[in-house]
Nanobody
Framework: QVQLVESGGGLVQAGGSLRLSCAAS????????MGWYRQVSGQQREMVAL???????HYADSVKGRFTISRDNAKNTVYLQMNSLKPEDTAVYYC??????????WGQGTQVTVSS
């Protein structure tokens, strides 16, 4: 059974940092892309950062230079280091993992709140 366990969200002041983690388990096939998305209540979920199996990365313009995505393939874990946080980064952050063959799965979400 596929399972994604997220951790690392919380409350931080503007300018601060947080690190999100997402550990994936249960999929027997190779993991392709891992990523982070975020959603504000009443708005669409948006991509924050993606990382491919080869380490290629892609970021939303709003987080470039402040957020860094990385992954540990041996642990099937993806990380999001968030620096210089702004109040507009406040959202629920969701981990997404795409396995070959079985497809895309989502984590349960973790709240990130940035106070001004």
């Amino acid at each position: 059974q596929v399972q994604l366990v997220e951790s690392g969200g919380g409350l931080v002041q503007a300018g601060g940092s947080l690190r999100l983690s997402c550990a994936a388990s249960g999929g027997i096939f190779k993991i392709a892309t891992m990523g982070w998305y975020r959603q504000v209540s009443g708005q669409q979920r948006e991509m924050v950062a993606l990382i491919t199996s080869g380490g290629g990365t892609h970021y939303a313009d709003s987080v470039k230079g402040r957020f860094t995505i990385s992954r540990d393939n041996a642990k099937n874990t993806v990380y999001l280091q968030m620096n210089s946080l702004k109040p507009e980064d406040t959202a629920v952050y969701y981990c997404n993992v795409v396995w070959l063959v079985i497809g895309s799965y989502w984590g349960q979400g973790t709240q990130v709140t940035v106070s001004s």
